[in-house]
């Protein structure tokens, strides 16, 4: 299993960035597929599960700005994030369980700033 992830940058305040996570490894189109960050010094959080129905969920913080999408053909999930706010820095990592197993990439930093 691998996840690789992309997109991340430097954006001003309200700001909109998509960021990528190209999958392999596993049957992509069968699982579901989760979005995550970190902020300096602080736990990693849950931003968003897309479900292999395309059915998406998001945390609270996110909700209303926030996208997620996936294509199968591709074995890519997408995060699109509008109105970004300064509290949405963070290293943005792609996530997913196989096999009873949790697999992450390796992070796409997102910093958010005037």
């Known amino acids: 299993v691998e996840l690789v992830e992309s997109g991340g940058g430097l954006v001003q305040p309200g700001r909109s960035l998509e960021l990528s996570c190209k999958a392999s490894?596993?049957?992509?189109?069968?699982?579901?597929m989760g979005w995550a960050r970190q902020a300096p010094g602080k736990g990693r959080e849950w931003v968003s599960t897309?479900?292999?129905?395309?059915?998406?969920t998001y945390a609270g913080t996110v909700k209303g700005r926030f996208t997620t999408s996936r294509d199968n053909t591709k074995k890519t999930v997408y995060l699109r994030m509008d109105n970004l706010k300064p509290e949405d820095t963070a290293m943005y990592f792609c996530?997913?369980?196989?096999?009873?197993?949790?697999?992450w990439g390796q992070g796409t930093q997102v910093t958010v700033s005037p």
């Open positions: 996530t997913t369980n196989v096999t009873l197993s949790t697999y």
């Open positions: 490894g596993f049957a992509f189109s069968r699982v579901s």
């Open positions: 897309i479900y292999h129905d395309h059915l998406a």
